[in-house]
């Protein structure tokens, strides 16, 4: 019964290699987001989908690419993997300007 | 550049003690938000106050905005050890795009 989930929750992989990560959601939501927190707990919002659509892409590098299947289901592949990207990703979800319901996090470590 | 501004950074209080933290931002909003994220966890929604909201409650949690200053404070009442984590205010504008505060790590000592 989770409502957003996230795999992998732990991610080590080495500089140059391209991972994914998967993002769903059974809450009914039209909208979901990637979030990068940093080692100083910033939040940053990368990217923000409403029903497969994408509506936010906050200057990140083209090595992220986000892609929806369907309005339950957010991945974001990352090619070339650079050590600056080690962070905890998190995906969430909302319907509209309501709150953010986020999932448990992906720990990145780029080695 | 990051919307909402957070103090205190870390909060330190024994438990029953009231804990208050403040959150400033630049901008117009829609509402804000405040979010509270365990150690190792993802954020979990406390509160929604709208822009033509003062003041609200959901249990030991107070709100208030004040629009004028740009700024709204949390508090958190008769406070539990299990109320340790790090809490996050957010701002929403335009359009779904929810900016984060710097946050503030609170730690309540039995």
């Keep these: ?111 | 550049s990051q919307q909402g501004e957070e103090d205190p950074q870390a909060l330190s209080i024994q438990e029953g003690e009231n804990a208050t933290m403040n959150c400033s931002y630049k901008t117009s909003i829609n509402n804000l938000q405040w979010y509270r994220q365990n150690s190792g966890r993802g954020l979990v929604h406390l509160i929604l106050i709208r822009s033509n909201e003062r003041e609200k409650h959901s249990g030991r949690l107070r709100v208030t905005l004040d629009t004028s200053k740009k700024s709204s404070s949390l508090l958190i009442t008769a406070s539990r050890a299990a109320d340790t984590a790090s809490y996050f205010c957010a701002t929403l504008y335009n359009t779904d795009k929810l900016i984060f505060g710097t946050g503030t790590r609170l730690q309540v000592f039995p």
């Design chain 1, 1 to 111: 019964d989770t409502a957003v989930s996230q795999t992998p929750k732990y991610l080590v992989t080495q500089m140059g290699n391209d991972k994914s990560i998967k993002c769903e959601q059974n809450l009914g939501h039209d909208t979901m987001y990637w979030y990068k927190q940093d080692s100083k707990k910033f939040l940053k919002i990368m990217f923000s989908y409403n029903n497969k659509e994408l509506i936010i892409n906050e200057t990140v590098p083209n090595r992220f690419s986000p892609k929806s299947p369907d309005k339950a289901h957010l991945n974001l592949h990352i090619n070339s993997l650079e050590l600056g990207d080690s962070a905890v990703y998190f995906c969430a979800s909302s319907q509209r300007v309501t709150e953010q319901f986020f999932g448990p996090g992906t720990r990145l470590t780029v080695l």
